[in-house]
């Protein structure tokens, strides 16, 4: 049977079983069904390396889904979230999201895994048919490509194709001013990893041809020691460097990168860094760091941005991340999808979702949009700016045009053969 057939054959069962138990049940048993929990599921990353932005993730739905409940849940139903460690293992986390559909009831999933978990679990909602919210994976093709896109999954989070042309233009007008023409890249070494940084460097050369790559190091996700690839960066003599390591990745090659003076001999961009998972962490954290913003309170610079950090971190005895605004939206996007649809049927929020526009305080105007066409989200604030030692961090962030990043994208999709 194809993985089509299933998924059109759950949803038939689904509503056949529905319809079958409304004929044999009188109206009072009808509202009871009505007012059942709806239990979403969850993987994310709860333990190792990364345990502070899984745990950021849950912090954040939880705050969200409790204001849900208060109001009344979801058009009546209250919502219950089923949270499972996938200790950021991908076969772990599609053994998980299976377990959490097949065994534990749960009618959505959440999906709240890095990129290398991410496409795991899309993979057990393309098998399954169940309504998937990916909040975290930044791979561009997860949704741009459309051999991969499915109608039953759709992102809430950034994605690097966005991130590159922001950064590209960005680091282009720096390079402009600082003559910065030789330039080196260390990322992970997995799809987000290598995604990332082979667009940001192709729209660095976009909006500045002078740029040659010289040294590229790829050191694996969740490497404890980056004494090799460091040396070998700093070996090769560039002027500047781009990096998308993130996490305690990002943080412990800062702090190993400190111990050799890499900061004050190379001009770094580090898209990941205005996050305060990075911020708050590292030892020393360097000066003048390049960073596209990732989550802080002052940018977008609006009272409602701020208001909602001092929640959380009220709440938490910490700031949010970039990981928790990206949940945070996703459960806005089900609560006004809900609403909208008066049901929280996979198949009519998917119908809804499409196209959808919220309020929101992490949208460049003021909202944020789940592009029909691809069903990823656009329109939330991007921009870059540089690091200093303490608060606010990142003092100044300049916004990047949506409108830029539109056309660029388009053009992208096109050579790569997914419009």
Not at 257 to 286: E, H, R, W
């Amino acid at each position: 049977m194809s993985r089509k057939k299933i998924y059109v054959d759950r949803r038939t069962v689904l509503k056949g079983a529905a319809t079958g138990a409304a004929a044999t049940l009188f109206a009072p048993n009808i509202v009871t069904a009505q007012s059942k929990k709806i239990r979403i599921g969850m993987p994310t990353i709860l333990s190792g390396r990364v345990a502070q932005l899984g745990t950021s993730s849950r912090n954040a739905v939880m705050m969200e889904v409790e204001k849900i409940n208060a109001a009344g849940g979801l058009v009546g139903r209250e919502v219950e979230m089923v949270i499972r460690d996938s200790k950021g293992q991908p076969q772990e986390a599609a053994r998980v999201a299976r377990e959490l559909v097949n065994s534990d009831g749960c009618e959505i999933l959440y999906d709240a895994e890095a990129s290398s978990g991410g496409f795991a679990v899309h993979e057990v909602a393309k098998d399954l048919g169940v309504l998937c919210i990916h909040t975290n994976s930044e791979t561009s093709s997860l949704t741009a490509d459309p051999k991969i896109r499915i109608p039953n999954a759709f992102r809430v989070c950034r994605q690097g194709i966005h991130d590159s042309i922001a950064g590209g233009a960005y680091a282009a007008e720096i390079a402009k001013a600082k003559n910065l023409r030789n330039w080196a890249t260390c990322s992970p070494d997995y799809a987000y990893g290598r995604d990332s940084t082979q667009t940001f460097m192709e729209y660095l050369k976009h909006f500045y041809p002078e740029a040659e790559l010289k040294t590229e190091a790829w050191p694996k996700l969740f490497q404890p020691d980056y004494t090799e690839v460091i040396t070998k960066v700093i070996q090769a003599r560039p002027q500047a460097l781009y990096t998308c390591l993130w996490g305690g990745d990002l943080t412990s090659w800062i702090d190993q990168g400190n111990i050799y003076g890499m900061f004050s001999q190379i001009q770094v961009f580090a898209v990941n860094m205005a996050d305060y998972t990075a911020l708050t962490t590292v030892k020393n954290l360097p000066q003048g760091i390049h960073s596209g913003n990732r989550y802080i309170k002052t940018f977008p610079n609006t009272p409602q941005n701020a208001a909602w950090a001092d929640e959380y971190r009220s709440r938490y005895g910490e700031y949010p991340t970039n990981w928790s605004w990206q949940n945070a939206v996703g459960i806005h996007f089900l609560a006004a999808a809900a609403k909208k649809a008066n049901s929280v049927d996979g198949t009519k929020l998917e119908e809804v979702l499409r196209g959808l526009t919220i309020e929101s305080p992490f949208g460049t105007d003021g909202t944020v949009t789940i592009r029909a066409e691809d069903q990823t989200i656009v329109n939330y604030a991007i921009g870059w700016g540089t690091t200093i030692p303490q608060e606010p961090y990142v003092p100044e962030v300049k916004a990047i045009s949506w409108e830029t990043i539109f056309e660029l994208e388009t053009e992208w999709k096109k050579r790569n053969n997914y419009l």
